[in-house]
């Protein structure tokens, strides 16, 4: 009995390694097709540099525009992108603690690096994890032309394998753990009570800051 469990055991241990050593080769293929369109088109080397960097502003400017709008619903949709995005980062960060990689640069040779960036564990994709829990969300509350935003975040995960600095299933992983939790986020944190009067607290805070602040104002001008 024992010597068949034993058996088993490395039967398993030898398929998995197969497993393994396959998805890690069709991971690499897929970086290769990506990666190397910077050698073959290298006009748009630039373009995707540049998304790959710093698109996250864009993202961060919209956010800020979209909260200031002041329209409630438009908060409730920042806040609970913001949530989704803390939980999904903190669920990358911790299965990057069950499964890392380095980034392509530092493990393969001859690839098309086009950003600065560190040696460090790659897996999965941050870049990617921050983009779709925002644009994720921005879709599901917004729906319609809102999917642009899905597609920019896309765009960023394609241009993170362009520029060399993550694997396919980095940014799959990313994708992944993004889309869950801010389906349930959607899903669950609109309803709960404590939203809804968080919401009422801040934007009555608000109102009191704004008033004095226009009361100073009006009487610097009567001075």
């Given at each position: 009995?024992?010597?068949?469990?034993?058996?088993?055991?490395?039967?398993?241990?030898?398929?998995?390694?197969?497993?393994?050593?396959?998805?890690?080769?069709?991971?690499?293929?897929?970086?290769?097709?990506?990666?190397?369109?910077g050698k073959e088109h290298p006009f748009l080397n630039p373009v995707f540099s540049f998304i790959a960097e710093y698109m996250v502003f864009l993202l961060a400017l919209s956010v800020l525009?979209?909260?200031?709008?002041?329209?409630?619903?438009?908060?409730?949709?920042?806040?609970?992108?913001?949530?989704?995005?803390?939980?999904?980062?903190?669920?990358?960060?911790?299965?990057?603690?069950?499964?890392?990689?380095?980034?392509?640069?530092?493990?393969?040779?001859?690839?098309?690096?086009?950003?600065?960036?560190?040696?460090?564990?790659?897996?999965?994709?941050?870049?990617?994890?921050?983009?779709?829990?925002?644009?994720?969300?921005?879709?599901?509350?917004?729906?319609?032309?809102?999917?642009?935003?899905?597609?920019?975040?896309?765009?960023?995960?394609?241009?993170?394998?362009?520029?060399?600095?993550?694997?396919?299933?980095?940014?799959?992983?990313?994708?992944?753990?993004?889309?869950?939790?801010?389906?349930?986020?959607?899903?669950?944190?609109?309803?709960?009570?404590?939203?809804?009067?968080?919401?009422?607290?801040?934007?009555?805070?608000?109102?009191?800051?704004?008033?004095?602040?226009?009361?100073?104002?009006?009487?610097?001008?009567?001075?």
């Amino acid at each position: 009995m024992a010597g068949h469990l034993i058996f088993f055991y490395y039967v398993l241990k030898r398929d998995w390694m197969v497993l393994d050593l396959d998805i890690s080769e069709v991971n690499i293929s897929l970086f290769r097709l990506v990666n190397d369109l910077g050698k073959e088109h290298p006009f748009l080397n630039p373009v995707f540099s540049f998304i790959a960097e710093y698109m996250v502003f864009l993202l961060a400017l919209s956010v800020l525009f979209i909260w200031f709008t002041r329209d409630t619903d438009n908060r409730i949709m920042i806040l609970c992108a913001s949530i989704a995005f803390i939980c999904a980062f903190t669920i990358g960060k911790v299965s990057g603690v069950f499964h890392s990689n380095y980034q392509p640069f530092v493990e393969l040779g001859e690839v098309n690096k086009l950003i600065h960036k560190e040696k460090d564990n790659s897996f999965p994709s941050d870049h990617t994890i921050l983009f779709f829990s925002y644009c994720i969300s921005f879709w599901l509350f917004k729906r319609g032309w809102s999917i642009l935003w899905v597609l920019l975040a896309v765009l960023v995960g394609v241009s993170r394998i362009w520029v060399g600095v993550h694997y396919p299933f980095d940014v799959l992983a990313g994708v992944l753990i993004s889309l869950g939790v801010s389906t349930f986020i959607y899903l669950t944190f609109p309803k709960l009570n404590i939203t809804q009067t968080t919401m009422k607290i801040y934007e009555k805070c608000e109102n009191i800051l704004l008033y004095r602040f226009k009361r100073k104002e009006n009487k610097s001008k009567n001075l």
